[in-house]
């Protein structure tokens, strides 16, 4: 079985946590208040010693990222759209390059796929020269795969997300982020879907309560997933550092700082 050694940095006892800082690309200033907003509050929350990752789009790496201080791995993500036209039929189209993402010093590039969309053939392709690219030069590829396209009837059912999730696998990530399926069994299947790509769930809306988000990496973890690519659920909460501090437990199996 052939492996690429990237995706290891990302990973601790064979889990991880990934700290995702793309909400302003995608979303703009709603999802912010006074702190989140600023990345530098973002990178020293993800340098904590809590997290194996740090998505951001190529602005946050060029600007605020810095290697030689920050401990996080950094993962840049290739692509985007905005929230400006709900349209799910809309092409999240490449704005960085592999070369870029290196020189910012990432150890992982990211690129979104809408499967199911009128631009899923596109994209495909798309990711495919950049997986080709970033694995001949030793970075990681995280594929995020999220199922879209107007004549999609039930983009949220298990079956469909497991089928994004082989998808991913086939087009050979090294991870495979997915929303997470509501319950242990039918993510069971979407993780058995995934082969030997590592699963993280995106972390999607703000939960009520922090149990529930612990309660559900609890849930990914026994059932074989790596781990969660979370941001909002981490920020919008009224103690970041705590929610952080017990998700490590559940994830790497030992009291984090």
């Given at each position: 079985?052939?492996?690429y ?23 703009g200033?709603?999802?912010?208040d006074e ?5 530098s509050f ?23 990222y810095d ?23 809309l ?25 199911g969309?009128?631009?899923?053939a596109?994209m ?23 199922v ?18 082989r998808?991913?696998?086939?087009l ?15 993510f ?10 590592k ?29 969660f690519?979370?941001g909002r659920?981490?920020?919008?909460s009224?103690d970041?550092?705590?929610v952080v501090?017990h998700?490590a437990?559940?994830?790497f ?5």
């Open positions: 079985m052939r492996t050694p990237g995706i290891e940095k990302l990973l601790k006892n064979d889990h991880g946590l990934l700290f995702a800082y793309d909400h302003g690309f995608e979303y200033p709603s999802h912010f702190r989140s907003v600023e990345p973002a990178l020293e929350l993800a340098s904590s010693g809590n997290f194996t990752g740090f998505i951001c789009q190529k602005g946050i790496a060029a600007r605020y290697p030689d201080y920050h401990t996080v791995p950094l993962i840049v993500k290739l692509n985007g759209k905005t929230s400006f036209r709900d349209d799910r039929e092409k999240s189209i490449q704005n960085c390059t592999v070369d870029e993402a290196i020189s910012f010093g990432a150890v992982a590039v990211g690129y979104v796929i809408h499967v969309s009128a631009y899923e596109e495909i392709a798309e990711f495919g020269r950049i997986e080709r690219e970033a694995h001949e030069k030793g970075l990681a590829v995280l594929a995020w795969m999220y879209a396209g107007h004549d999609m009837v039930h983009p949220e059912h298990s079956d469909t997300i497991a089928y994004a999730a998808v991913g696998m086939e050979n990530s090294d991870a495979i982020i997915v929303k997470y399926t509501g319950d242990e069994e039918s069971r299947w979407v993780v058995k879907n995934a082969g030997h790509s699963v993280f769930v995106v972390g999607g809306p703000r939960m009520e309560t922090a149990y529930q988000l612990i309660d559900t990496a609890r849930i990914v973890t026994r059932v074989g997933a790596a781990g690519a979370i659920n981490i920020w919008q009224k970041p550092m705590s501090h998700m437990e559940e994830l199996g030992e009291p984090k700082s």
